[in-house]
């Protein structure tokens, strides 16, 4: 069974420019979320889905960042635009059912120059 | 709000040696306690967890046990090897609601041959 794939792994941009993550869950997998993850710091949820529906986006800086899982499968995360601040490692983890396992992904390492 | 709180690493053992790292959560409700560990490169994966009270999680050597009295959730392994080098994570979810994960800090393990 394929795990959480992301995509890039590693990016590198300037401040000001945009930025795209992409995640495609487990197959089957309803719930998908969003981690932030500064360096030396645990994991942080920025949003969470089911399916094709935002639940949680609570912790989501809306001023540049955006989500979208159109079609409830896998999900792209943007920011525009980024900043020196936004250097960090963005996991993606999927989970059957909400309150189930988590899977994370690699995580795409974003480097804002 | 839910928290969780591990000891600061990096911790350095010689192969062979005992290991403990501890963990403490603050938590509304009945949470489900988890550890992951985090390899260079790679994503989180569940090592543990346990989901009341008394009970104990154990995988690939290492072992928890969910202490209520404490509100500790201490990892342990009796006998580390190189290959256990990696950051490890206490991290827990709640039943009221959807709550998603809460993390600690992470631990960094090294250990030496």
């Known amino acids: ?113 | 709000g839910d928290s969780v709180t591990q000891m600061e690493g990096p911790v350095t053992l010689s192969e062979e040696a005992f290991l403990t790292i501890n963990c403490t959560y603050t938590a509304t409700g009945y949470p489900s306690l988890f550890w992951y560990v985090q390899y260079p490169g790679e994503g989180l994966q569940l090592l543990l967890k346990a989901t009341k009270a008394d009970d104990k999680g154990s995988n690939k050597g290492f072992e928890a046990t969910y202490r209520k009295e404490t509100t500790s959730f201490h990892l342990e392994k009796g006998s580390v090897q190189v290959s256990d080098s990696a950051v490890y994570f206490c991290a827990l979810t709640t039943s009221s609601g959807n709550t998603p994960l809460v993390f600690g800090k992470g631990t960094r393990l090294s250990v030496i041959a």
Request: aromatic letters at 10%; one cysteine or more; a negative charge.
């Open chain 1, 1 to 113: 069974e394929a795990g959480v794939v992301q995509s890039p792994r590693y990016k590198i941009i300037e401040k000001k420019q945009p930025v795209a993550f992409w995640c495609n869950p487990i197959s089957g997998h309803n719930t998908l979320y969003w981690y932030l993850q500064n360096l030396g710091q645990g994991p942080e949820l920025l949003i969470r889905y089911e399916n094709e529906e935002a639940v949680d986006d609570s912790q989501l800086p809306k001023d540049r960042f955006s989500a979208e899982r159109l079609k409830g499968v896998d999900s792209t995360l943007k920011i525009q635009p980024a900043e020196l601040g936004d250097s960090a490692v963005y996991l993606c983890a999927s989970s059957l059912v909400t309150q189930g396992e988590q899977y994370f992904g690699p995580g795409t390492r974003l480097t804002v120059t």
